[in-house]
């Protein structure tokens, strides 16, 4: 209605929407849509956000077979050892 106000963002990096304006865009890497715009004017909704992808394995199963630039980070030791990447753009892994 025409006295409404805007709504929240949801969880996982979601935007608010607004009440007189263009919606706010969503937090990156986390997935969340964008707010939504008004119903005055030329009002757009704002933009989700890109999204994470994270893989865990043991290093010593780890291919290192990555395209793209995904962060890896090793934890533990010995024979639990584990390797992990993150992905926050294109990518791929190859077991």
Not at 37 to 54: C, E, M
Not at 67 to 87: C, D, F, N, R, W
């Amino acid at each position: 209605s025409d006295n409404g106000s805007a709504g929240s963002g949801g969880s996982g990096g979601g935007a608010n929407g607004s009440a007189s304006g263009n919606g706010i865009n969503a937090v990156d890497n986390l997935g969340g849509g964008g707010g939504g715009g008004s119903q005055y004017g030329d009002a757009v909704g704002g933009t989700g956000g890109s999204g994470v992808v994270i893989l865990r394995m043991l290093t010593s199963n780890y291919s290192g077979t990555t395209t793209g630039s995904p962060t890896v980070t090793t934890t533990g030791s010995g024979a639990s050892e584990e390797t992990i990447l993150k992905y926050t753009a294109s990518g791929s892994y190859t077991a």
